[in-house]
């Protein structure tokens, strides 16, 4: 069983960086992805980065060059940097796993808004 727990989200003017975690609880689970979506006032949940056990990170094209998805060795936190924000990087940010059996677990969410 995986649990995910996220923070850091809030709100901040068009330019600026925010900086989100993800605590990640996992027991025997071995995850193979880990990584960051988000839902948009719209209603639509996309893919923001993730970043892999054989791969690295990978972006959204919106996203490239603004924002840095990190973890550390032993898969218990991961990180997103996210700089330069625009109001279009609003939503409810999630952190996502995928387990080696291919179940995904998900956290609550973080809300993200960004000012123009």
């Known amino acids: 069983q995986v649990q995910l727990v996220e923070s850091g989200g809030g709100l901040v003017q068009a330019g600026g960086s925010l900086r989100l975690s993800c605590a990640i609880s996992?027991?025997?689970?071995?995850?193979?992805?880990m990584g960051w979506y988000r839902q948009t006032p719209k209603g639509e949940r996309e893919f923001v980065a993730r970043?892999?056990?054989?791969?690295?990170?990978e972006y959204a094209d919106s996203v490239k060059g603004r924002f840095t998805i990190s973890r550390n060795a032993s898969w218990s936190t991961m990180a997103l940097q996210m700089e330069r924000l625009k109001p279009e990087d609003s939503g409810v940010y999630y952190c996502?796993?995928?387990?080696?059996?291919?179940?995904?677990?998900w956290g609550q969410g973080t809300q993200v808004t960004v000012s123009s």
């Open positions: 996992r027991s025997s689970v071995v995850i193979n992805y």
């Open positions: 970043v892999g056990r054989f791969t690295g990170p």
């Open positions: 996502n796993t995928v387990a080696n059996d291919n179940r995904p677990s």
